[in-house]
């Protein structure tokens, strides 16, 4: 097994996630190729604030966002939380939701698929906790796990699952059989203390053609098989945070990354060419996009807009720095309590390093794959209280 450093391309275990302020995890883009024998499997703290606590009881960031609040309702998260724990009469345990993964599923919609199908409560994803792995017989068990928000709701007893208790978090690891479940809990609380208000999952277009072998605009270049597959795959993976806008940069290969998750979640797609790399003037090499080109659709937004995003955006270019203006086209698109922007390799880390100067985010070893997404946690105030990376959304078996 390789031994893992929680940096680059590899999954972070939960041991040396930092659950501080500053906290990054990550799931790498070949998990299988990480452990010997794995069992994968995904799972979740379960929160919600007592009753009572907060604007709304049990509605808080993406829940909140769910259930039709607007986005300026938002209230931080805190520490000050009930948590699920779930008694499976087949093991006379007490334990955190989890289950394995089955054939084609990407973690984050294994996690949310197995919350449903023990709980029957819908759950909004937040924070990446990493992993933990112990021997099962031959095999590596390796479960990935999230803090995940509900609703207020009803559980009904199932063939799984014969009772859920919400308690707190002292509660939950009196009650847990697991030290690992107490481990979980442990980091679940300590991140739920930093008061996340926000969260931007900030993708990178999936795979495209070529531009070497592209002779026609480049912001046309459209996405390979393989791109279309991940662009689907994207929708699983993304959708059980609830997001509730999804905004991109104007090339072809952003919009129909874009595309299927906005269709999925019945929202109108926005597009604004300030997001995409052309708006810094130096595009990443093979990613590039000329500063000033505009989209075939004439500037059009992909919303049927007149395109009035696009015009701000390139106006933003020529009267302050690119970052800049890519910065400040980041801040429209994300006003939400949960937001998906898709853009380019090189506008991507630009912005991700400016939000953690200063914070304790580490960014020395980003990585930026295409079709990988990095999940931003912020507070009240936009600052940056820590980042998740997603590196691919394609099955993990």
């Excluded at 929708?235 to 998750?261: F, I, K, N």
Aim: overall charge negative; charged content about 25%; aromatic content about 6%.
């Amino acid at each position: 097994m390789i031994t893992h450093t929680g940096t680059g391309d590899l999954s972070t275990s939960l041991s040396l996630s930092v659950h501080d302020r500053g906290h990054v995890a990550r799931i790498g883009s070949r998990p299988a190729q990480e452990f010997a024998r794995p069992t994968f499997a995904a799972g979740a703290v379960l929160w919600r604030r007592p009753s009572g606590a907060g604007v709304t009881a049990g509605q808080d960031g993406a829940a909140r966002a769910a259930a039709g609040a607007r986005a300026g309702d938002a209230v931080p998260e805190s520490a000050d939380v009930l948590v699920a724990m779930v008694h499976r009469p087949r093991y006379d345990d007490w334990s955190l939701p989890k289950g394995k993964v089955d054939p084609g599923e990407n973690l984050p919609a294994t996690a949310v698929r197995e919350i449903v199908e023990e709980t029957g409560l819908t759950p909004s994803l937040g924070w990446l906790l990493g992993y933990v792995h112990y021997p099962v017989g031959s095999r590596t068990k390796v479960v990935y796990y999230w803090t995940a928000e509900v609703p207020d709701g009803s559980f009904v007893p199932n063939d799984e699952v014969d009772e859920l208790r919400w308690v707190t978090p002292a509660e939950a690891r009196g009650l847990a059989t697991y030290e690992a479940d107490r481990t979980v809990i442990d980091a679940a609380e300590r991140v739920l203390s930093l008061g996340c208000a926000r969260r931007v999952l900030y993708v990178r277009h999936a795979k495209a053609h070529d531009r070497q072998g592209w002779g026609g605009n480049d912001d046309l270049r459209p996405l390979t098989k393989k791109g279309r597959r991940q662009a689907e795959m994207l929708v699983s993976e993304l959708e059980g945070y609830r997001p509730t806008t999804v905004s991109t940069a104007q090339p072809d290969r952003c919009v129909h990354t874009a595309t299927p998750l906005a269709q999925d979640l019945g929202v109108t797609l926005r597009t604004d060419r300030a997001l995409g790399d052309a708006v810094l003037g130096d595009a990443a090499p093979g990613d590039a996009t000329a500063a000033g080109r505009t989209h075939a659709t004439g500037g059009a937004g992909s919303d049927g807009s007149d395109g009035s995003d696009a015009a701000s955006g390139a106006a933003g270019a020529g009267d302050a720095t690119g970052g800049d203006a890519a910065a400040a086209a980041f801040a429209r698109a994300t006003t939400a309590p949960v937001s998906v922007v898709v853009s380019q390799g090189a506008v991507i880390p630009e912005l991700i390093s400016r939000f953690a100067a200063g914070t304790g985010v580490e960014t020395d070893d980003m990585r930026v794959k295409k079709s990988s997404t990095w999940v931003l946690h912020f507070d009240r105030d936009g600052g940056l209280l820590g980042a998740d990376y997603l590196a691919s959304p394609l099955p993990v078996k």
